[in-house]
C-alpha cells in the first residue's frame, strides 16, 4: 500500500507543483498588469462565483468518489455526473443573477456588475470538470486526473500571457480566459473519461440520485464551512475596507496557499486509498505517517518562505505589493496548521464520518468569522491574516483530538516526526532515483 502511495503521492506531488509554479506565475501577470485595486476586484468578482459553486455542489464531488465502489455500471455513473453539472449550473447561474440583480451594492461594494455577470460564465464550465474529474479520482486514475488539472492550469497561463501581458486586456477578459481553459480541458477531460467508462449513457438512476445526495448532504456542510473559513476574510475586508486591500491579502493568501502542494498531494491520495483500505494496522499507521511527515517537510518550507517572503515579493510582483508582506508571513503558521489538518480530515471522510468534519470546520468557521468582525475594523489586512491563523490552529488542535480516538493514536505520533520515518525518506529517495535512471535511458535509447 505504502509503495502505491508513493508512487501516486510522487505523480500527484509533481503535477501539483508544476500547478502551483503556473499558478504563481498567472497570478504574477495579472497582478502586475491589473495593479492591487484590479486585482482585488478580480479576486471579490471570482470570490462571488466560488462562492455560488460551493453553496450548490451538494458534496458531489467527494461523493461521486464514494460511490464508484458500489455497483453502478460506469457509463451510467459518467452520464448521470454531467446531468448532474448541467442542473447544478442551471440552479447555481439562477442564484447569481438574483444575488447581483438584489444584493450587489450590499455584499459587493465597490465592484461594477459587469464583472460578477463575467464570473457567472465560469459555472458550467467548472462544474463539469470538477465532477467529470472526481469520476477519474474514484477509478485512482490517477495519471489522468493530474493530467487534466496540468492542462486547465497551462491554458490559463498561456491564455493571460497572451491577452494580459501581450494585449494589455483587463479584468473581463482575464475571466474568460478562465473559462476558455476549462473548456478546452473539459473536452479532453471528457474523452479520457469516456474512455475508461466504455461509453456513456445519458439516463437517470434515481437509486444513483439517492447515494450520491445521502453521501454528498454529509460532506456538503463541511465544503461550506471550509469555504466560509478560506474566504471569509476577504469578503469582509472589501465591506470593511475596499478592493484595493483586498488585492493586497489576496495576493499574501495566494502566495501561503502554495505550502498546501504537499498536503494537497497526499491528500488526494489518501481518500480513494482509505476508503479502500481493508488491514486495519495499514489503516492505523499510515495517515499518521502521512500526517507528521506533510507537517514536518511544510515546516521547513514555511521557514524558508518567512526569511525570505519580502524579497520574493518585491522580486515577482514589484513594490506595489509589499503590504502584503506581513499578513504573508503571519498566514503561514496558519496554512501549516491547515496542511495538517487536511489530512486527518480526508481519513476522516474515507471512514465515513464526514459529520465530524462538519462539527470541527462548523465550529471553527463561526470563531473565525467572529474573530474576522473584531480584527479587521481594528488591525485591518494583518488581523485578518491573524484570524485565519488562529482558528485554523484550533481546527487541527480538535481534529487531532478526535481522529486519536477514533484511530487509537497519540497526538504525538501524529504530529512529531521519528527516526523510523527517515526510513521511509530513504525508500523514497531511491524510487526518484529509480524513476529518474529509468527515464535517462529511455532518452539515450530514443
Known amino acids: 500500500m505504502i509503495g502505491t502511495f508513493t508512487k501516486n503521492t510522487l505523480i500527484t506531488f509533481i503535477s501539483r507543483g508544476l500547478i502551483i509554479i503556473m499558478g504563481l506565475i498567472t497570478s504574477i501577470i495579472i497582478a502586475r498588469v491589473l495593479g492591487p485595486k484590479g486585482l482585488g476586484i478580480y479576486s471579490v468578482a471570482i470570490l462571488l462565483y466560488s462562492l455560488l459553486i460551493t453553496f450548490t455542489n451538494f458534496g458531489i464531488e467527494s461523493a461521486t468518489v464514494f460511490c464508484l465502489k458500489k455497483n453502478y455500471p460506469l457509463k451510467e455513473i459518467l452520464g448521470n455526473t454531467i446531468i448532474l453539472s448541467g442542473l447544478s449550473s442551471l440552479f447555481t447561474i439562477l442564484i447569481g443573477l438574483i444575488v447581483i440583480f438584489f444584493f450587489q451594492e450590499k455584499f459587493f461594494p465597490g465592484i461594477e456588475k459587469i464583472y460578477l455577470f463575467s464570473a457567472l460564465s465560469l459555472i458550467p464550465f467548472t462544474f463539469f470538470f470538477y465532477f467529470v474529474s472526481s469520476f477519474l479520482l474514484g477509478l485512482q486514475q490517477i495519471k489522468k486526473y493530474n493530467l487534466v488539472s496540468l492542462i486547465q492550469t497551462f491554458f490559463f497561463l498561456i491564455l493571460v500571457a497572451v491577452l494580459l501581458f501581450g494585449l494589455h486586456f483587463g479584468i473581463t477578459i482575464t475571466i474568460f480566459a478562465q473559462v476558455f481553459s476549462f473548456l478546452l480541458a473539459g473536452i479532453i477531460l471528457f474523452l479520457f473519461a469516456k474512455k475508461e467508462a466504455q461509453g456513456l449513457s445519458i439516463k437517470i438512476n434515481k437509486q444513483y440520485f439517492k447515494d450520491i445526495f445521502g453521501y454528498?448532504?454529509?460532506?456538503?456542510?463541511?465544503?461550506?464551512?471550509?469555504?466560509?473559513?478560506?474566504?471569509?476574510?476577504?469578503?469582509?475586508?472589501?465591506?470593511?475596507?475596499?478592493?484595493?486591500?483586498?488585492?493586497?491579502?489576496?495576493?499574501?493568501?495566494?502566495?501561503?496557499?502554495?505550502?498546501?502542494?504537499?498536503?494537497?498531494?497526499?491528500?488526494?491520495?489518501?481518500?480513494?486509498?482509505?476508503?479502500?483500505?481493508?488491514?486495519?494496522?495499514?489503516?492505523?499507521?499510515?495517515?499518521?505517517?502521512?500526517?507528521?511527515?506533510?507537517?514536518?517537510v511544510t515546516l521547513f518550507i514555511s521557514i524558508l518562505l518567512f526569511l525570505f517572503g519580502n524579497w520574493v515579493i518585491k522580486l515577482f510582483y514589484s513594490d506595489k505589493f509589499l503590504e502584503s508582506v506581513r499578513p504573508f508571513q503571519i498566514l503561514l503558521i496558519g496554512t501549516l496548521a491547515f496542511s495538517g489538518w487536511r489530512i486527518l480530515a480526508y481519513d476522516i471522510y474515507a471512514r465515513e464520518k464526514p459529520m465530524l468534519n462538519t462539527w470541527i470546520t462548523g465550529f471553527s468557521t463561526v470563531l473565525n468569522i467572529i474573530l474576522n468582525i473584531i480584527y479587521i475594523p481594528k488591525f485591518g489586512i494583518a488581523g485578518a491574516a491573524w484570524t485565519t491563523t488562529i482558528s485554523y490552529s484550533v481546527m487541527l488542535i480538535i481534529t487531532i483530538f478526535f481522529y486519536g480516538k477514533m484511530s487509537g493514536n497519540k497526538a504525538m505520533d501524529i504530529i512529531f516526526i521519528k527516526k523510523s520515518d527517515f526510513i521511509f525518506y530513504k525508500k523514497f529517495i531511491f524510487y526518484l532515483k529509480d524513476i529518474i535512471r529509468k527515464a535517462l535511458i529511455l532518452r539515450k535509447s530514443v
Open 216 to 296: 454528498g448532504f454529509k460532506v456538503y456542510l463541511v465544503n461550506i464551512f471550509s469555504f466560509l473559513h478560506f474566504r471569509a476574510d476577504q469578503f469582509m475586508i472589501n465591506i470593511f475596507m475596499n478592493p484595493l486591500a483586498v488585492g493586497f491579502y489576496a495576493l499574501a493568501v495566494k502566495f501561503s496557499e502554495g505550502i498546501w502542494l504537499l498536503s494537497t498531494s497526499a491528500a488526494t491520495v489518501i481518500f480513494p486509498k482509505v476508503t479502500w483500505e481493508t488491514n486495519v494496522k495499514n489503516l492505523k499507521e499510515f495517515t499518521p505517517l502521512v500526517c507528521r511527515n506533510v507537517l514536518f
